[in-house]
């Protein structure tokens, strides 16, 4: 039965849950730039040596005058009730997101979610089953979609310009700066993650299904650890190994490692934080006890009868997508490197400019290509936003707790969207352990 709750007050009132690298966007936003509207009313983490690191920065930084209530998660029904809190945002580890998002649909509060919504499909199906029961609402933060470039191709695509689309070619890279850090920190897991078929490529399975409009049906794929872990290095002829980073000799001049010493927000967030919880975020990546993949390939078909391929690659020297659509009237081809970073560090790595501009861009702005059929290519000019993710960090925020706007492109993702996302990983995942191809609506029921 839904909850009811007094709407007197003057400013939401919001609790997050999860205090690592990825909270900062919503802080950030509720404390600064929604701080009218909104109230961050509460925190919520395994580690109160993290979530003091974050009051201490949200005071010097941001001016905020009193510490912002903090609890563990065994309080979390406690705080709220005690805050009235109207929304829950769920920043936390991914195997631990359904826990919040049921919870807190059934203590009356709507949610917001860091993708992926969650990682196989038992937990994705308890969430559409709370959410049902209890009327609430579920937005899962899908940050691509508002970058303007994105946007673009959605624009594109439904005006027509190459028809009905008839397959999809796509292939994300993640550079050696971005791609490692996942094989340092809790994704290294999959149990913790869904492995990067889930945790990373539900923003790329999302930016598909949103772009040609369908969902996804049967889905067949390999993946493997091919570059990656201990086993990979030696065959390399790499003998030299070490379990984590800090304060290791070898460690020092290994461009595959990171000094959380170095960097103001990596030492606060993690070093200085573990002996709380015992999580060492700056394990090797060439390490034991790697269970995720480091390169996927995947074949999916959709309900519109389109077919993609998609390959992601964690090892890449560049960073970036390249995407081509074909149509019953033409093809349109992108491709977008993007600056690379490690989550949670305010280092910059200097990285060099690597792109093929001619190909890329036109006036110092990126283009795509437009082929119809029996016409001469055209270089269409594509936006570029500014900001974490192209652009769409900012405009996520603006939509999540800015005044409402038209959507006529359907920008805002609820549970539905989430769950469609993920299936195309979980599937993947599944078809990588059997080798069959794989039915999404033989995971979740909707």
Known sequence: MKTTRSKTKTKRQYAIVGLGGRSFMFTHALLKDYKDRACLAALCDINQTRMNFWNQKFATDLKVPQPIPTYRPDQFDAMIRKHKIDTVIVTSMDRTHHRYIIRAMELGCDVITEKPM?????????????????????????????????????????????????????????????????????????????????????????????????????????????FYGRENAEERGQLKFYDRCHENPLAQNDPWAIQMDKSEYLKGLYLNAEHEDGYLRDQSVFGHNISIEDDMAVLVRYHSQALMTYHLTTYSPWEGYRIAFNGTEGRLEFNLEEKSYVSGSDQDFNLPDRRDTESIEMDNKPVCLLRRQWCKPVKVAIPQGQGGHGGGDERLCADLFGDPQPDPFGLRANQIDGARSILTGVAANQSFRTGLPVRIDDLVKF
């Open 118 to 226: 969650t990682i196989d499909a038992p937990r994705c199906q308890a969430i559409l089953d709370a959410q049902k029961a209890t009327g609430r609402e579920i937005r899962v933060s899908f940050n691509y979609r508002y970058a303007p470039h994105n946007l673009k191709l959605r624009e594109l695509i439904s005006q027509g310009v190459i028809g009905r689309v008839l397959s999809i070619h796509f292939e994300w890279l993640l550079d050696t700066h971005h791609g490692a850090d996942y094989f340092r920190r809790w994704h290294r897991d999959k149990n913790n993650s869904g492995g990067l078929m889930v945790h990373k490529a539900t923003h790329h399975f999302d930016l598909v299904n949103w772009w040609i409009q369908s969902l996804p049906e049967t889905v067949f794929a390999f993946g493997k650890l091919g």
